[in-house]
């Protein structure tokens, strides 16, 4: 078996020269592995639903601050995340946070602290590490919601949320692209949900990592697409759709 440092190593290979505007994420593994998946049907486009949700998944300080252990500079995934949110508001449609802290003994983070200590950075008496970047921070009528690990819907009021406001699509912002995202993607299509990720506005601590899980969960979860992909389709609920009474 490879070591971590080979492993390391070979994802970060994997991860070089990619450019999200330009190729899309299958092309990332070559001609051979974008034929081999899709003549056996993984990567099939879902599309949009008819009423989506924008999730902002953990971007608080201390995984937008490289001086936290769990953090890095975020900016431009922060930079793209205030436009879907724009766009979002805009639209009207529902917006909904994530964020993380723990008890000082780690109790209610289980295995998951152990497997990751630098995640006890994330204090309940420590609220600064949990603060949401001010670019990118809920107004008011958003709704956070406080989650204890790696999923969104793992332990969370998430899914009656989403029920109540008749939402069928979730578009998954944030961090990180191995970890919660990941998670969080599984879970929403177990539940029902189409998934839908911008390239532009999820991150992770390396870009092996990024990338690998990114042609995953567009090859068995959701659709994994540009930015302006994702704004183009807001804006045109905003130019043509007709609001939906009761769910906003």
Known sequence: MASQDELGRRMEELGAGFDSERDPIESRWGGDTEAFYAVRGFGTRVGFGVWPALLVIDMTRAFCDPSYKVGCDQTA???AIARLLAASRAAGIPVYYTTVAYRPDGQDGGVFVRKIPSLLELRL?????????????????????????PSAF??????????????????????STSGCIRATAIDAVSNGYRVIVPQEAVTDRAPGPHYSN???????????????????????????????????
Request: glycine content about 10%; charged content about 25%; some cysteine.
């Open 77 to 79: 995934t922060i930079e």
């Open 214 to 248: 990114l042609f995953d969960i567009n090859a068995k979860y959701g659709d994994v697409v540009p930015l302006a992909e994702v704004l183009e389709h807001l804006d045109a609920a905003v130019a043509g759709r007709p609001a939906r009474s009761g769910v906003r």
């Open 125 to 149: 008496d420590d609220p600064a590490s949990s603060e949401f970047d001010p670019r990118i921070a809920p107004v008011e009528g958003e709704g956070v919601v406080a989650k204890k690990y």
């Open 154 to 175: 793992f332990g969370t009021s998430l899914i009656p949320m989403l029920v109540a406001r008749g939402v069928d699509t979730l578009i998954l912002s944030g961090c």
